[in-house]
């Protein structure tokens, strides 16, 4: 927000700058006691305080003055309208979706909700594939299949959600995961649940997407907690859903689980089209004259891989699928020693992923925000990968399912941390336009890690036993520690002080 009576820069090249100074405005006026900053992302703060000093009017239109009385704000039709005294007037979105709720509430609903259904489905897969008949072998290399269609779509999916909008990115991989766990529930042959997988891959690109709508709507200072947020909620859903897909497999066995997913997904994409308004592509990415008359080309669809060439930008990405293969290698070896080795039923399967949701859960809702306030975001991630390394080679040694439960926590919480603080690290990296392509990348770089992963825990699992993908994670977490302070922690601190950050991690 600009001084009273001064106008927003103009012909600022580079939407970070613009960011900056928009924060270093803002926090230079709420030093001097002129403007009350709300957190605009949520917009509960700010509904609440207009609805109780009677600023909302019957019809939906705000009207109210800033704290000087110097600038008049005209709220409607989800655009507000601010005229300074020199009379210059500007628009910005306002903070509540179509039907007056805070966008960040239908957000968090929606991304309940996903989770939720993916959490359903999620104790289901390993032991059918294991009742028709497949070798952990061949669980690895099936579970693969999902991994190879998100890194083929993943980069033209990130770069569809700048061109066409989040909105519509949520709306198609809502459609094709519903239709997928429907197929998946009714599957008798081993083929049709790599049918089902392919057809997961290649729609279910929500979460980047969501994840790019966040960043579209908070500043860097505070994309951390807000992601943190969405994480909870996703979080939430993980705990609720294996337990609830265990209980409902017991009922009617695997179709009945199944179509209560595909129905979320269904009521997921009735809350997206009444709640959530459409948005317009950025200024700088949407299309050209030429496009406009043609249509959007192949050209104009492709990922733009200069990104890369972005300050840190490469360095994170690197560690990124280090991490990732650490991460995948690590999930399908535990599904597989839960299953195989363990003999867990899908029920019990489930009460284990659940535990494990609400641990993490806890962490991303109560310790993400104090651990930001005491160390920077790098400093938080290098800790965050020292834990995990830790962490897996103990449950490489596990010998019971009792040691297994004891080490949920530190788990939970190392991944918490990774979680939010890396994506926070990565969107405040590029400019505002660039957020989809750069999710859509890495996402890619995910996708490959989960077809390498599961692959090679089968591999590892039926050559030197169950617990040998657990012990050969923990090592490649240490090495994506080592690289993290190499390449990120070390290098780019000077840089870090000179681009305006403050001790706590955030823009000054």
Known sequence: MARVGEAEPEGEGEALLAEKWRAAERSAATKRGEVREVDEFSGSEALLSRMC????????????????????????????????????????????????????????????LDLFAV????????????????????????????????????????LLSDRMGRRFVILVAYAGAGAS??????????????????????????????????????????????????????????????????????????????????????????????????????????????????????QGLLPNVAILTRPRVA??????????????LFRQGFSLLLIYRLNLSVQTNGLLLSLQGLLTSLVQGLAIRPLLRRFQEPPLIFRGLLLLSLTLALLAAAPSLPFLVLLLPPLALSTGVLRTTYTALLTTSVAQT??????????????????????????????FGYHAPVAISAIIAAIAALLFHLLVVNRHRPASAASGISSKGHLA
């Open 119 to 158: 959490g359903m489905a999620m104790p289901l897969v390993t032991p059918l594939i294991k009742e028709l008949g497949a070798s952990p072998l061949q669980v690895g290399f099936l579970s693969s299949t999902y991994g190879i269609v998100q890194l083929v779509t993943g980069p033209f999916f990130g």
């Open 181 to 298: 766990y429907l197929l998946l529930g009714q599957s008798t042959t081993v083929t049709m649940v790599v049918v089902s997988r392919v057809l997961l891959g290649l729609t279910k690109h929500s979460m980047n997407a969501v994840k790019a709508y966040v960043a579209d709507h908070t500043t860097a200072s505070n994309r951390a907690v807000e992601l943190g947020r969405m994480a909870t909620a996703s979080a939430l859903g993980i705990m609720v859903g294996p337990a609830v897909g265990g209980m409902l497999f017991k009922a009617g066995s695997y179709p009945l689980p199944t179509a209560a997913a595909a129905l979320l997904y269904a009521i997921n994409s009735f809350v997206i089209v009444t709640r959530l308004q459409a948005q317009r592509p950025a200024a700088d990415s949407a299309p050209g004259p030429a496009l406009r008359k043609r249509g959007l080309s192949l």
């Open 434 to 463: 660039e957020v989809g392509q750069l999710l859509g990348l890495s996402d890619a770089i995910m996708s490959a890690c989960r077809v390498l992963g599961p692959s090679t825990a089968g591999l590892l699992s039926s050559q």
């Open 53 to 112: 000093n009677g600023e909302m009017t019957s019809d939906g239109a705000v009207g109210r003055m800033e704290k000087g009385g110097t600038s008049n704000i005209e709220s409607r039709d989800g655009q507000e309208t601010v005229v300074g005294r020199r009379g210059t007037a500007r628009t910005r979105e306002v903070t509540t979706s179509g039907q007056g709720v805070p966008r960040g509430v239908v957000i968090l609903v929606v991304v309940f």
């Open 315 to 328: 360095a994170l990405m690197a560690v990124r699928a280090v991490l990732g293969l650490s991460v995948h």
